[in-house]
């Protein structure tokens, strides 16, 4: 009886240590509300001059033909284990995503939807995407169809968490846990070998990388980005 209360003892001083490594570190801002500096357009060494920073937001100015926008990157890279908030809404009929694990290599991916999983951003009413199953707003995008109900009329900011930590990855939508899986398992394979990115040999490989928000050609707005390393 002595050795199972000691062993019960040791399981719960474990997990609380685990759980205390989870909650570990402090919240890093990575918009400063006021300019673009911590981001840059992929292939690029600065923000294409259509994400603009207005009302402490930051904005692809789609509407704008004369401006460049293209998919922003974090110039700061983060391991496997991190928790990244952040607010976004988006225009009538539009979409965008909040992509992670991104390889900042332009020179060998075309594109940061080659290398990095999406958090999806849409207006599901508006946008034909709203219609297929996984490309819904707070779905993994092409991966995994997410709980409904969590998101809000367009024009309207949700709260969006995506956590990684130790091969399980959640998404949380406004408070929702919409998502939640494994990674780089046998499972997570078969879901990218079923997917429109089976014939990206590098999508999904490296848990470790960039953000990045992208530019799909529509108006979106996010706020409030943070993340803190688990």
């Not at 402090?26 to 001059?49: R, V």
């Not at 694990?101 to 080659?114: A, C, I, L, R, T």
């Not at 998101?151 to 998404?171: M, Q, R, T, Y």
């Not at 999508?203 to 980005?225: C, E, M, P, Y």
Request: proline share 2%; with cysteine.
């Amino acid at each position: 009886m002595k050795g199972f209360i000691t062993g019960v003892f040791v399981f719960i001083i474990g997990c609380c240590a685990a759980q205390s490594k989870k909650q570990s570190g402090e919240w890093i801002a990575l918009f400063d509300g006021k300019t673009t500096n911590g981001w840059h357009t992929y292939g690029k060494t600065s923000a294409g001059d259509a994400w603009i920073v207005s009302d402490g937001a930051l904005h692809l100015d789609a509407g704008n033909k004369d401006k460049k926008g293209g998919d922003l990157v974090s110039d700061a890279a983060f391991g496997s284990n991190f928790h990244l908030k952040l607010e976004w809404k988006i225009a009538k009929n539009g979409n965008s995503g909040i992509m992670f694990f991104v390889q900042d290599k332009p020179n060998e991916y075309n594109y940061v939807w080659h290398t990095g999983p999406e958090m999806q951003v849409l207006d599901n009413d508006g946008h034909p995407d709203g219609k297929i199953k996984k490309h819904r707003a707070g779905n993994l995008y092409d991966l995994i169809e997410g709980k409904e109900g969590a998101v809000l009329p367009v024009g309207e900011w949700n709260i969006a968490e995506i956590i990684s930590f130790n091969g399980k990855l959640d998404f949380f939508l406004n408070g929702v846990n919409v998502v939640s899986t494994t990674y780089g398992d046998a499972e997570w394979r078969a879901l990218i070998a079923g997917s429109k990115f089976k014939d990206k040999p590098n999508f999904g490989k490296t848990f470790s990388g960039h953000i990045a928000l992208q530019d799909h050609g529509d108006k979106v707005w996010f706020r409030n980005i943070q993340i803190k390393k688990l």
